[in-house]
């Protein structure tokens, strides 16, 4: 019997199944077999519980903030290049695979703030006559990181945001395969607005052709002698205009969700309501997510006259501690030539929304009932 070294191997699987080049992760927990051979150093509530999936520049940074103030939710560690974001569904992230998305969610940081003494004795009242070998807390700890999904009560809950996770073809099903039960949260603002709020995001990053063109040109690129631009100008100038403009395309989106999770797993959430009332917004974000415990938030946060906005209270000094200046700038109105294009371009796309929304039995939000009822 003739066989082929593993690499060999496996070129040649992929030259016959070339569609499963791309990994698509699942998760361990939901399969005894992967579960039992799976690292023990691993559990499976390192993994999020729900996520943040924007899109960028409807306010979910604040909504981030906001839930970093609910005392069972725990956010991811930092990324050394997206900061807050660790963007894994959407980008060559995925690729580095499981281990590399957990170490996001350290055992360790869930554990010192997850009260496993009271969980062990109330749960596991078998084991813990048992007497455990070693100290207390070692066996607890190995303990907490193998048992098996939904055998403990949950109480400590990591959760995700990636703001570009929204329009990402692939996401969805990534997400779904490795995160079935988790919830999804997406927040929506009128879409010219969140194209405007990209754009001028994009100015302040010193984009040249954010710098160079007017917002109405990059999304109409409607530029006088445009057959002078030079091709990589006219590249830039596409790129940023994709960016303005596909993320609110929200009908298209939220279906692409809709074929993978149903739709008790989502929410929607209005972003303009998530800025001028946040208070109501987390009270019901939390009834969605079933947070115990249900905080009240006008504890947490706080409109900040300074800053124009409602922003977290800091306990030790009951001040605020608001956001940076790149979350709610000051910049020009939108021209009305801009405002009349967007408002013509997206039309069928709010359209498509509202139809949506209602198959949903979802309210509509108050800046689709506008931009719908007005003419160009
Ligand atoms: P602008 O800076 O254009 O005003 P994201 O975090 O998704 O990128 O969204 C950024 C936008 O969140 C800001 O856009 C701002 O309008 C909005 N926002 C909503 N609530 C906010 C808050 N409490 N603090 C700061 N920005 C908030």
């Not at 690499?7 to 939901?30: G, H, L, S, T, V």
């Not at 729900?50 to 520049?57: A, S, T, V, W």
């Not at 560690?77 to 959407?90: A, D, G, K, Y």
């Not at 949950?154 to 996770?165: D, F, N, P, V």
Request: glycine share 4%.
């Amino acid at each position: 019997l003739h066989s082929l070294s593993p690499i060999q191997m496996a070129k040649k699987y992929f030259q016959i199944y070339p569609e499963e080049r791309d990994p698509i992760w699942m998760n361990p927990c939901d399969d005894r077999r992967h579960y039992n051979i799976w690292s023990t150093k691993k559990s499976c509530y390192q993994f999020p519980r729900f996520l943040i999936i924007g899109p960028q520049k409807t306010g979910s940074t604040a909504l981030y903030t906001f839930l970093q103030q609910h005392p069972s939710l725990l956010t991811n560690l930092p990324s050394n290049r997206t900061f807050e974001e660790i963007q894994f569904f959407n980008g060559p992230n995925y690729q580095k695979g499981i281990d590399w998305y957990l170490e996001f969610f350290p055992l360790s940081n869930l554990m010192d703030k997850f009260n496993i003494s009271t969980t062990i004795s109330n749960v596991t009242p078998a084991l813990n006559n048992n007497n455990m070998n070693g100290t207390l807390v070692h066996n607890q700890r190995n303990y907490f990181a193998r048992t098996p999904p939904n055998y403990l009560e949950e109480s400590m809950h990591y959760y995700e945001k990636s703001s570009t996770y929204f329009d990402g073809e692939q996401v969805p099903v990534r997400v779904h395969s490795l995160l079935p039960h988790a919830r999804i949260v997406m927040i929506l603002i009128s879409p010219t607005f969140r194209a405007y709020s990209w754009y001028q995001h994009m100015r302040v990053h010193n984009l040249s052709v954010a710098l160079q063109f007017s917002f109405y040109e990059v999304v109409s690129l409607n530029i006088p002698d445009k057959h002078l631009l030079d091709k990589i100008t006219m590249k830039r100038l596409r790129d940023l205009r994709n960016r303005c403009l596909n993320p609110g395309m929200y009908a298209i989106h939220i279906e692409r969700w809709l074929s993978f999770f149903p739709q008790q797993q989502i929410t929607i959430i209005d972003g303009e309501e998530l800025r001028r009332n946040p208070i109501s917004v987390m009270d019901h974000l939390q009834t969605f997510l079933k947070l115990e415990p249900h905080i009240d938030y006008r504890q947490k946060i706080r409109y900040d006259h300074h800053k124009g906005f409602f922003c977290p209270i800091n306990p030790s000094t009951n001040g605020t501690k608001c956001l940076g200046k790149s979350k709610g700038r000051q910049y020009p109105k939108m021209n009305r030539l801009a405002w009349k294009y967007l408002h013509r371009y997206y039309w069928h796309h709010n359209l498509a929304l509202s139809k949506l929304l209602n198959r949903l039995r979802i309210n509509l939000p108050n800046w689709l009932v506008t931009e719908l009822s007005k003419k160009s």
